[in-house]
């Protein structure tokens, strides 16, 4: 897993649109973060505030991102006004984006940190995953108790990531990915049948079973998510699998830090195993490593592959 990247995830019942109206006001990290407590108000959508992992105080921007399915937001933080250096990115799926026709209420958060490796401290490094875990329930907490909620409530489903450095540019990396015709390079459990088009085609799976593979892919302004939803239509199945593909200058605030960082996000049934699709996590990973290689051989970049899943300052 890339070591740079921290990924915490939650279910909160409350609904979508409450959540991101929360998450969209920084005054309101005072009430469930460790230490971020916004001082002064710059602008209407930046503060100046303390920090948990450091001693001194931060610039905290909010920029918002809508789409016709799901929303999220960025948190982005620096030293100087307008200058930041670290991006969250926050992303909140409805149930019935994860299984289309759920009669699930709720939503669920997915927080996605990046910490540029040239600014780290040992206690950023150490710290940042028992910080954002805890900080993650306390939000979680806050937006169940206002909804009504006497105790932590539990969804259907639990996120779970894989993630990996490639080094290639982003655009050569977008236009691999994007296209459903490469499927066949990376993707070892699925064999293509008939004619595959650019974002949509059938396939057979390991167990012989027909799949339809769908792509969509979203500019984000500075990076991109790729849907791959992979249907079996003799189960009614849908597997959705989104793909956040970010280049390492924009994830770590660092024009000198080279290719992109791919996130895949997968859903899984807390107390239901899946018989259809990717079954364990290995599954995504193996394909990911496949893709790494792919495309740092396009990008002639041969001898990266051997250092490892992790981008590395050089």
Known sequence: ??????????????????????????????????????IEQVDENTWLGTASGYQRNLYYH??????????????????????????YPVLLFPPN????????????????????????????????????????????????????????????????????YIDAPIDLAIAYLQDLRNINEWAHLLRPQGEIGSHSGEFLDEYDQKVKVTFRTHDLSNYYLIEQDYFYPDYGFIQRCPVILIPCSYAFGNSSARGCIQHRLSFWLIDKPLRHGKLQLEDFGAESMNIKRMLEAKAGNLETFARGMSYVAT
């Open 1 to 38: 897993m890339e070591r740079n990247t921290f990924a915490t995830s939650a279910y909160i019942a409350t609904s979508p649109e409450i959540a991101f109206d929360y998450l969209c006001e920084l005054k309101n990290l005072d009430e469930w973060t460790l230490f971020s407590r916004m």
């Open 97 to 164: 984006y994860i299984e289309p026709g759920s009669d699930e209420a709720g939503v669920y958060f997915h927080w996605l940190s990046f910490v540029d490796p040239d600014r780290r401290t040992p206690m950023i490094m150490e710290g940042i995953h028992t910080v954002h875990t805890s900080e993650c329930r306390s939000l979680k907490a806050i937006l169940e108790r206002k909804a009504g909620c006497k105790e932590a409530l539990q969804g259907r489903y639990k996120i779970e990531t894989d993630t990996i």
């Open 62 to 87: 909010v920029r918002k991102i809508e789409n016709s399915q799901f929303s999220g937001i960025e948190w982005h933080c620096g030293f100087e006004y307008q200058k930041y250096f670290q991006v």
